[in-house]
């Protein structure tokens, strides 16, 4: 069975740092794009941060410069390090593993998530 479980999330003050994983099983994350959504209360999933198979990355507006997402193939899993956090960085991080990770959210194979709180 597939399975990805994110972990990382927690209580962080403006201007700190988090790194968020996404363990994988059962697929190779290395032969799948991946992402980083994420949703706060009341708000629309929104993609953060992909990463194609080939290595290629992209960012929401919101978050380059201060987000970066990478793949460790030897751990088969993907990282989400964000730096310089903010307030309205606050909510439930989701990875999802697809053939094409687009901006609007779609089937694929999706983690349990991981909730980030920027807060001081």
């Known amino acids: 069975q597939v399975q990805l479980v994110e972990s990382g999330g927690g209580l962080v003050q403006p201007g700190g740092s988090l790194r968020l994983s996404c363990a994988a099983s059962?697929?190779?994350?290395?032969?799948?794009?991946m992402g980083w959504y994420r949703q706060a209360p009341g708000k629309q999933r929104e993609l953060v941060a992909a990463i194609t198979s080939g290595g290629s990355t992209n960012y929401a507006d919101s978050v380059k410069g201060r987000f970066t997402i990478s793949r460790d193939n030897a751990k088969n899993t993907v990282y989400l390090q964000m730096n310089s956090l903010k307030p309205e960085d606050t909510a439930v991080y989701y990875c999802?593993?697809?053939?094409?990770?687009?901006?609007?959210?779609?089937?694929?194979?999706w983690g349990q998530g991981t909730q980030v709180t920027v807060s001081s």
């Open positions: 999802l593993a697809g053939d094409k990770i687009t901006r609007t959210p779609r089937p694929g194979y």
């Open positions: 059962g697929i190779i994350v290395s032969i799948y794009d």
